[in-house]
């Protein structure tokens, strides 16, 4: 069964720094785009930073400066370094992947369980 698994994540200072972690597991036979999503109480899911196979990254304005997002093709995974943290950064924040999952070429987009973020102030 193909899946994302989520860890890092927790409670930190505001000016701290934390790092997420996903690793996609199963019968995979490529990954294209990846990427970190979040979502607030009370708001829309947003996303956070996405990287393609090649390793174009995009990044929420907000974020710009402060989180790096990366991946390790030969291990599937994703990751999220984020620093300067501030409290409007707290937030359940998802991993999320579009994966072939057949050798015909099947896509699959998968989401992680989500894990949580807080930033005191």
């Known amino acids: 069964q193909v899946q994302l698994v989520e860890s890092g994540g927790g409670l930190v200072q505001a000016g701290g720094s934390l790092r997420l972690s996903c690793a996609a597991s199963?019968?995979?036979?490529?990954?294209?785009?990846m990427g970190w999503y979040r979502q607030a109480p009370g708001k829309q899911r947003e996303l956070v930073a996405s990287?393609?196979?090649?390793?174009?990254?995009n990044y929420l304005d907000s974020v710009k400066g402060r989180f790096t997002i990366t991946r390790d093709n030969a291990k599937n995974t994703v990751d999220l370094q984020m620093n300067s943290l501030k409290p409007e950064d707290t937030a359940v924040y998802y991993c999320?992947?579009?994966?072939?999952?057949?050798?015909?070429?099947?896509?699959?987009?998968?989401w992680g369980q989500g894990t949580l973020v807080t930033v005191s102030s």
């Open positions: 999320n992947a579009h994966l072939v999952v057949t050798i015909l070429g099947t896509y699959r987009e998968l």
């Open positions: 199963g019968t995979i036979f490529g990954i294209n785009a």
């Open positions: 990287i393609s196979s090649g390793g174009t990254t």
